[in-house]
């Protein structure tokens, strides 16, 4: 019985794995806006005179930059995504969405990771992170 199961079971295939990383890159590309309204408070909260401390201009700085290379990440992933890859075979087709499920996983990692570091730089000088905008309009 043990050999039954284990030959039965099956990979997903490549259309599976196509449609989970599109579904990702749509997610993604919300994020996105959130990462660059995230970025355009930084940049003002920079340019105002709320930061204090040249090391925390520099943090701020340095947080900018990593917004910017984490939506770039996700400019270049996109543009060398091919949505409709075919190749030799199944198996080809399948190694090939695998691979951008990597790819897209590490541009939804450094999404995750710099949006909420930014959204607690912007709380510490009372700024309201991007999608926190949204729902204090809706309170009044």
Not at 6 to 24: F, G, M, R, W, Y
Not at 53 to 75: C, F, H, Q
Request: charge should be neutral; proline fraction near 1%.
């Amino acid at each position: 019985m043990v050999f039954l199961f284990s030959a039965c079971k099956t990979e997903p295939d490549a259309q599976a794995v196509k449609k989970e990383v599109l579904n990702i890159h749509d997610k993604l590309m919300m994020d996105g806006e959130k990462v660059v309204k995230n970025k355009m408070k930084l940049d003002s909260v920079l340019k105002s005179d709320k930061i204090k401390l040249t090391d925390d201009s520099l943090k701020v700085a340095d947080l900018i930059a990593r917004l910017n290379k984490a939506d770039e990440g996700m400019m270049d992933w996109m543009h060398f995504f091919k949505e409709d890859f075919k190749g030799k075979n199944k198996q080809e087709d399948l190694e090939y969405y695998k691979s951008q499920m990597v790819k897209v996983r590490q541009v939804e990692d450094s999404y995750i990771k710099v949006t909420r570091e930014s959204d607690s730089v912007l709380k510490v000088y009372n700024v309201l992170p991007a999608n926190q905008m949204h729902m204090e309009h809706h309170k009044h």
